[in-house]
Each structure stands twice: as structure tokens, then as C-alpha cells.
């Protein structure tokens, strides 16, 4: 039977059921679960594993941090042995080896909490106000004549910024207005250039970038004064600054964020120079085609009018009414021709009944024409003649005289 102390508990342990005990003591303590810890990194190792081990020490103590490779991986901050660290995290207790932890789940440099817990102050202070509403974003101008630029004119990004819009649009204006991205000057600076280049530029868009660095380094662009610039800036503002994780309250203030200066350039040109060649051919063609299908139309507006205005013309109906003379003249001599032959044939006829009635022609038969000789006159009865009367006698090869006799 299990010997109990005077509390409940084993009166004597093995290791195992001491470090579980602890263990379960530590871990069940909300105070230890959800810290953060201050100190420097120290002994720092990053095994094949993907996890992180180090121990962050101070003046006085050190305790031993294991860092897991899925936080591990989303660990923004570049760590290294005597950087000065908040780390977040629970205390464990290692049971192989009787040690007690810090697990941790997230790391800041030291001093970084101060300062979000101010981030988050100023962003509820100016949210509240509407300065990060949507409906006061404004669009970016697809083909911007002109771009300001507010940055360092020495750092690496408005190197990239400009190399990316003369890739881009060649043809656009950049104007820049210098201004420490850093440091206590960096506030008045940045307000100070935008309000030049809005004042006097009048650019279409304004780029408002720097590189990437700590929260300290970044910390100009949540400065109350160069928020409020940015919400007031009367030309559209894109923001690029530090990298795709890093957020500002200038961001929430700008019409546009980029997650880098360089991708902020490209968002500021939306339409390259070679889309616009390549606008410019497809506007061309259509443009060509709308002129032949203009001219098609018009060609045949003109030949229905033509054939409009031959049908109508005067020469037309002239040379309507002169065929119709022809065809009548035709048609009049064929007429004439078809009469001409049917009154010969008449003609014939008649000629033949008059030769048939010919007295001429009887005579050659032995008939004879008997006339007075006084008077000319045919005998057509014996009684127009008497005694001694002299004739004329026609036969039909002449005359010859005759009397009459008793």
C-alpha cells in the first residue's frame, strides 16, 4: 500500500511522477499561459526540424525557448544571438529532461509592444473620424499624365519605383518629392511633400513608399499628421511601404495599397506601354475597317442615287421616247411594206381582171370594135346605125374602114 503525507501526496516520488506533478502544476497556471517575456536571444539554433531553440536571458536569469516550425515559418523578424526580444508564449515543463520552457508563438523586438499598443490607439482614434472608410477611396486613373513620388531619394526604392514605371509607361512625368522616411524628421517631411506636390505638381497620383525595417523604422507613416496628409491629398494616394506583411495607418488612409514600393508603381500603371500598342493597332484596325464599311455604305448610297438619277433623267426618257420612235418607225415600215405588198397583190389582181375585161384581148379572139366614124362612137345596137354610115372597124393588130349596106 502506497505511503501518504501528511498532505495527500506520495511521501516519497519517483522522477517521473515529480516532473509530471510539476508539469501539471505549471501548466495549469493561467498566469504562465499567454505571457510575454522580455530578454536577449542567446544559443540560438534552427535544426533541419524547421524549429527554433534559444534561450533569452537578462542580467540575472536565462530560460530555455523552443519555438515550433509552423510559427517558426510565419516569424517575420530576422533573429540572431544578442538581439533584444519580447517573446510570447506558455511555460512548459520537459519531462526528459526536467526543464521548464518557454513555448513560444510569437516574437517582437523589445519595445515593439509599446508601440502597437499606440498603433492601435491612433487607428481606432482615426477610423472613428471616417478617414479609412471605403467610400472615400477614390479610383487611380488608368493613363496617368504625370505621378509624384514621396520617398527617400537615396534608398533602394525609388531606384526600383522608377525603373518599374519607365519599364511600364515610359511616356509619364515623374515629379519626386524628397523626404527622410525615418526619424523625428520623417513626419514633417513626408506632410511637407505631399502638400508641395499637390500644391504645385498636381500629379495624377501620388506614390507614397519606402523600404522594408522594423516597426521602429516604418513607425513615420503612422504619424498622426502624415495620416491625416494623406486623407486629404487631393490627388489619389497608393501606398508602398515595407513589405507584403507590413501594414501602416497611412496604408488604411491611402485609396491604394501596395504590398512593396515596386508593386505600387506597377499599380499606379495599370496600362503599360505596350498595352497601349497594342490599343492602339486594335484602334487602328477597327478604324480601318469602320472607314471601308463607311465608304462600302457610301459607295452604294451614291450607286442607288445614280441609278436613281438615271432612271429620273430627262436623257433617260429621251432615249425611252427614241426607241419607242424607232420601234414605231419599225413597225410603220413594216406596215407600209406588208400594205404595199397586199395592195400590189391587189393591184395585180385587178390588173389581171382588166386584162381579162381588155376589149384589146377580145379582139385577138376575132371580136371586133365598131365605132361612128363622125362621132367616135361605139355601136352597141343596130339601130345606131343606118345605111351608107361610115365606120371604123378595130381588130386586133389596127383599124380599118367600113360602110354599111343594104
Known amino acids: 500500500m502506497e505511503k501518504l503525507s501528511l498532505f495527500g ?14 508539469r501539471q502544476l505549471l501548466e495549469s497556471d493561467e498566469a504562465l ?47 540572431k544571438d544578442g538581439l533584444a526580444v519580447e517573446v510570447h508564449g506558455s511555460i512548459r515543463l520537459y519531462e526528459p529532461q526536467g526543464q521548464y520552457q518557454l513555448q513560444a508563438d510569437a516574437i517582437r523586438p523589445l519595445g515593439e509592444g509599446a508601440l502597437y499598443q499606440e498603433f492601435l490607439r491612433l487607428k481606432a482614434l482615426l477610423e472613428a473620424e471616417g478617414l479609412f472608410e471605403a467610400a472615400r477611396k477614390r479610383p487611380i486613373p488608368e493613363l496617368p499624365r504625370v505621378i509624384g513620388i514621396v520617398t527617400s531619394p537615396t534608398g533602394a526604392a525609388i531606384r526600383d519605383m522608377l525603373n518599374t514605371l519607365r519599364r511600364r509607361n515610359p511616356l509619364v512625368n515623374v515629379i519626386l518629392a524628397a523626404s527622410p522616411v525615418q526619424g523625428d524628421e520623417a513626419p ?48 489619389p494616394v497608393i501606398t508602398g511601404i515595407g513589405h507584403e506583411t507590413d501594414f501602416t495607418l497611412a496604408d488604411f488612409a491611402a485609396d491604394l495599397r501596395a504590398a512593396t514600393p515596386t508593386a505600387a508603381a506597377e499599380l499606379a500603371t495599370p496600362i503599360t506601354i505596350l498595352d497601349l500598342q497594342s490599343r492602339l493597332t486594335e484602334t487602328a484596325t477597327h478604324l480601318r475597317s ?31 421616247e427614241r426607241q419607242r420612235l424607232d420601234e414605231s418607225i419599225r413597225r410603220g415600215h413594216a406596215l407600209q ?8 397583190s391587189q393591184v395585180e389582181g385587178l390588173g389581171r381582171h382588166l386584162l381579162a375585161l381588155n376589149p384589146l384581148a377580145v379582139l385577138g379572139r376575132g371580136y371586133a370594135i365598131l365605132t361612128l366614124k363622125m362621132d367616135k362612137s361605139i355601136i352597141t345596137s343596130k339601130a345606131m346605125v343606118n345605111v351608107d354610115d361610115e365606120l371604123g372597124v378595130r381588130v386586133a393588130d389596127g383599124e380599118f374602114a367600113a360602110r354599111v349596106i343594104p
Open 188 to 235: 514633417p517631411g513626408l506632410v511637407a511633400a505631399l502638400h508641395r506636390l499637390n500644391l504645385e505638381a498636381q500629379p495624377d497620383v501620388i506614390l507614397l513608399a519606402r523600404g522594408g525595417g522594423s516597426i521602429e523604422d516604418m513607425w513615420a507613416f503612422n504619424d498622426e499628421r502624415v495620416v491625416r496628409a494623406v486623407a486629404k491629398s487631393e490627388a
Open 9 to 22: 501526496l506520495p511521501a516519497s516520488w519517483t522522477v517521473t511522477e515529480l516532473t509530471r506533478y510539476l
Open 33 to 79: 499561459q499567454g505571457i510575454w517575456v522580455q530578454g536577449e536571444i542567446s544559443n540560438l539554433a534552427r535544426p533541419v526540424s524547421g524549429h527554433l531553440y534559444f534561450t533569452l536571458k537578462d542580467s540575472a536569469a536565462s530560460l530555455r525557448c523552443v519555438m515550433w516550425r509552423g510559427e517558426a515559418s510565419r516569424l517575420r523578424l530576422a533573429l
Open 337 to 344: 411594206a406588208h400594205r404595199l405588198v397586199l395592195e400590189r
Open 290 to 320: 469602320s472607314i471601308s464599311s463607311l465608304f462600302e455604305r457610301q459607295r452604294m448610297i451614291v450607286d442607288d442615287l445614280l441609278g436613281n438619277l438615271r432612271f429620273f433623267s430627262p436623257l433617260r426618257h429621251i432615249q425611252t
